[in-house]
């Protein structure tokens, strides 16, 4: 199978039920109304049950993609579980439990990527990649990312920004959009520490820092990724930018001279998971052509573009 | 070299409809409207304008003047 002839050929998604009130928040945080709705954007992001785990938001997800498939979900060579928030210590790989909870065959194989807001796009490559080495045909890419699990709700920094929620993507060689051909990944780990989790297994952020990357590197990998697959901004006819505050998508639209983005308000940064979220609402028939970056913690980005199959 | 004019009409572009040259040199840009975003907006466009590298602790650059005087001894 060549390389450029998988893609993504249905995606499912699952957002928890339960949601925090962010007027309500914002006002304990001394958050102006105006500053909740046109700077981070989020109003109601959602959030796990205690007892839910990692593994079994992506099993939520797997039940939406078989919805969208539409098909058996057999014959997968390789489910790959991005996340930085696994099931218990991290050992054994949340992908495996997955794995188990779905019963899959032990000739598909389970790995974890560990990467946050670029992981999906960068997950995509992965998957791609490996794939190509193995001669497989499908596979499944996740993104589960609870912060709840580690966020401090009386942290102003972070505590409007993420949800919880998870994406179940069939990677396969009947597409409804095919991967780019070229990606932009780069990390800048010199500001690894503006986004991380402490010692006391606490969130925290440096908002300036993760901002001041964003606007500075995210537009020019737009640009090398465009160029690099042939096409200018005029060929896109969608543009999925991580969500990870509303004024980061913003900044990064004015820089790129392009029309700024909807944002969704309605359940905010869901980290990895925040990008298939999106395309799951997109029209593969409608946006033929569409740009995703996924860029937050290493910090680091990731970019590539879509291209309707049809 | 950044001049106190500099900084107003970086304020001016991290924040549409907002009068810039209103702002008291002394003012706590914070007081005077400019959200956190705002400002980092602000420091980003000066940042970018004059290769100048502002700290991450930003608390002690809250007023114009400070931002003139902080910019001017890191580039004496």
Redesign the interface.
């Given at each position: 199978m060549a390389l450029d002839e998988f893609g993504i050929a249905a995606i499912g998604g699952y957002l928890p039920d339960a949601r925090q009130d962010n007027r309500a928040a914002a006002r304990r945080f001394d958050f102006t109304e105006e500053?909740l709705e046109t700077?981070i954007g989020v109003l109601a992001p959602a959030r796990k049950a205690s007892d839910e785990e990692t593994s079994d938001l992506c099993v939520r997800a797997f039940a939406d993609l078989e919805r969208a498939a539409g098909a058996d979900l057999g014959n997968i060579d390789l489910i790959a579980v991005v996340t930085q928030n696994p099931d218990g210590h991290g050992l054994p790989h949340t992908s495996a439990i997955v794995h188990q909870k779905l019963k899959l065959p032990k000739t598909c194989f389970a790995f974890d990527i560990s990467l946050g807001c670029s992981g999906f796009v960068a997950g995509l490559a992965i998957v791609k990649g490996y794939l190509a080495a193995i001669g497989g045909r499908r596979a499944i890419l996740f993104t589960a990312d609870p912060y709840s699990k580690v966020q401090d709700p009386d942290d102003r920094n972070t505590a409007l920004i993420f949800g919880d929620g998870a994406a179940a993507v069939l990677i396969a060689e009947t597409p409804h959009w095919r991967i780019g051909a070229a990606f932009d990944c780069g990390t800048d780990g010199q500001r690894s520490s503006a986004l991380r989790v402490d010692a006391e297994s606490r969130l925290s952020m440096?908002?300036?820092?993760v901002?001041?990357f964003c606007?500075?590197n995210v537009p020019s990998s737009v640009e090398r990724t465009l160029t690099a697959n042939g096409l200018t901004k005029q060929d896109v006819d969608g543009w999925v930018l991580h969500p990870g505050s509303k004024?980061i998508v913003d900044?990064i639209c004015d820089r790129l001279k392009i029309p700024r983005i909807s944002f969704p308000a309605a359940y905010g940064n869901t980290v990895s998971s925040s990008i298939p979220l999106i395309l799951k609402g997109m029209d593969p028939l409608r946006q033929r052509t569409v740009l995703i970056s996924g860029f937050g913690v290493g910090l680091g980005w990731a970019t590539t573009v879509l291209r309707s199959a049809a | 070299m950044i001049s106190e004019q500099d900084v107003r009409v970086a304020i001016a572009r991290a924040r549409e409809n907002f009068d810039a040259n209103a702002i008291p040199i002394d003012a706590d840009l914070g007081d005077a409207g400019l959200d956190s975003l705002d400002q980092a907006s602000v420091l980003l466009d000066l940042h970018e304008s004059t290769g100048i590298e502002f700290p991450e602790d930003t608390s002690e650059l809250n007023s114009i003047r400070a931002i003139v005087a902080f910019a001017q001894a890191a580039k004496a």
């Amino acid at each position: 199978m060549a390389l450029d002839e998988f893609g993504i050929a249905a995606i499912g998604g699952y957002l928890p039920d339960a949601r925090q009130d962010n007027r309500a928040a914002a006002r304990r945080f001394d958050f102006t109304e105006e500053f909740l709705e046109t700077k981070i954007g989020v109003l109601a992001p959602a959030r796990k049950a205690s007892d839910e785990e990692t593994s079994d938001l992506c099993v939520r997800a797997f039940a939406d993609l078989e919805r969208a498939a539409g098909a058996d979900l057999g014959n997968i060579d390789l489910i790959a579980v991005v996340t930085q928030n696994p099931d218990g210590h991290g050992l054994p790989h949340t992908s495996a439990i997955v794995h188990q909870k779905l019963k899959l065959p032990k000739t598909c194989f389970a790995f974890d990527i560990s990467l946050g807001c670029s992981g999906f796009v960068a997950g995509l490559a992965i998957v791609k990649g490996y794939l190509a080495a193995i001669g497989g045909r499908r596979a499944i890419l996740f993104t589960a990312d609870p912060y709840s699990k580690v966020q401090d709700p009386d942290d102003r920094n972070t505590a409007l920004i993420f949800g919880d929620g998870a994406a179940a993507v069939l990677i396969a060689e009947t597409p409804h959009w095919r991967i780019g051909a070229a990606f932009d990944c780069g990390t800048d780990g010199q500001r690894s520490s503006a986004l991380r989790v402490d010692a006391e297994s606490r969130l925290s952020m440096n908002g300036r820092a993760v901002f001041d990357f964003c606007a500075l590197n995210v537009p020019s990998s737009v640009e090398r990724t465009l160029t690099a697959n042939g096409l200018t901004k005029q060929d896109v006819d969608g543009w999925v930018l991580h969500p990870g505050s509303k004024y980061i998508v913003d900044t990064i639209c004015d820089r790129l001279k392009i029309p700024r983005i909807s944002f969704p308000a309605a359940y905010g940064n869901t980290v990895s998971s925040s990008i298939p979220l999106i395309l799951k609402g997109m029209d593969p028939l409608r946006q033929r052509t569409v740009l995703i970056s996924g860029f937050g913690v290493g910090l680091g980005w990731a970019t590539t573009v879509l291209r309707s199959a049809a | 070299m950044i001049s106190e004019q500099d900084v107003r009409v970086a304020i001016a572009r991290a924040r549409e409809n907002f009068d810039a040259n209103a702002i008291p040199i002394d003012a706590d840009l914070g007081d005077a409207g400019l959200d956190s975003l705002d400002q980092a907006s602000v420091l980003l466009d000066l940042h970018e304008s004059t290769g100048i590298e502002f700290p991450e602790d930003t608390s002690e650059l809250n007023s114009i003047r400070a931002i003139v005087a902080f910019a001017q001894a890191a580039k004496a």
